[in-house]
């Protein structure tokens, strides 16, 4: 089966400055890679999205690289807000079903 | 997403007793699935069913069982609840070719 990857587990950055997360997997048959955010107590939400057939996504402050030959994929937080606090999951589809990372939990120091 | 709602929201049950935690959603979704979250570990999938006659084992299926009853409707039990089945239980619905998961609100559930 699919085997991700994330890193780093923590991570806390000034407000303003960028983030970035790391996943990697091992199935390279897996065609769609999301990212879900996590807050306290709450639900995970999707945030941003890509394909296999794409290498950039980007959502205002938020952008999403994809590398298949390296089977790596990467969110990028640019400007971060003390609102971008929580934990974030990337995950790695070919379809049926979803492989989750463990999950960066990121602090936006004010 | 208001779309999927799960019943109860916490429950605290002691060990062997059997519970039953239920999973509706309202948007037709056909795909429905049961995860798992410990601290740590991240989401880990139980169980998933594709339609109403379709359910198929996750990576974590032990001690576990579900019910498909209607499109609308999954519920995951444990026959025989063990302390180590206390976690944050997450039910998702999808559709789509890319399988776009939706996640209900979540169930804490502690085995005493």
């Known amino acids: 089966g699919e085997n991700v990857e994330q890193h780093p587990s923590t991570l806390s950055v000034q407000e303003g400055d960028s983030a970035v997360i790391k996943c990697t997997y091992s199935?390279?048959?897996?065609?769609?890679f999301p990212w879900y955010k996590q807050e306290l107590g709450k639900r995970p939400q999707l945030i941003i999205d890509?394909?296999?057939?794409?290498g950039e996504k980007k959502d205002q402050r938020i952008a999403v690289t994809l590398n298949k030959t390296a089977k790596h994929f990467s969110l990028h937080i640019t400007e971060t807000q003390p609102e971008d606090s929580a934990v974030y999951f990337c995950?790695?589809?070919?379809?049926?079903?979803?492989?989750f990372g463990t999950g960066t939990s990121l602090t936006v120091i004010p | 997403d208001a779309d999927v709602t799960q019943t109860p929201r916490n429950r605290i049950t002691k060990t062997g007793k059997r519970i039953m935690l239920e999973c509706s959603q309202t948007k037709g979704h056909d795909r429905m699935y049961w995860y798992r979250q410990d601290p740590g570990l991240g989401l880990r999938l139980i169980y998933y069913s594709f339609d109403v006659k379709d359910i198929n084992k996750g990576e974590i299926s032990d001690g576990y069982s579900v019910s498909r009853q209607a499109q609308a409707k999954f519920s995951l039990s444990l026959e025989s609840a063990i302390p180590n089945q206390t976690a944050l239980y997450f039910c998702a619905a999808s559709s789509g070719p890319y399988n776009e998961q939706f996640f209900g609100p979540g169930t804490r559930l502690t085995v005493l």
């Open positions: 995950a790695a589809s070919r379809g049926n079903q979803f492989y």
């Open positions: 199935d390279s048959a897996s065609n769609y």
């Open positions: 890509i394909r296999s057939n794409v």
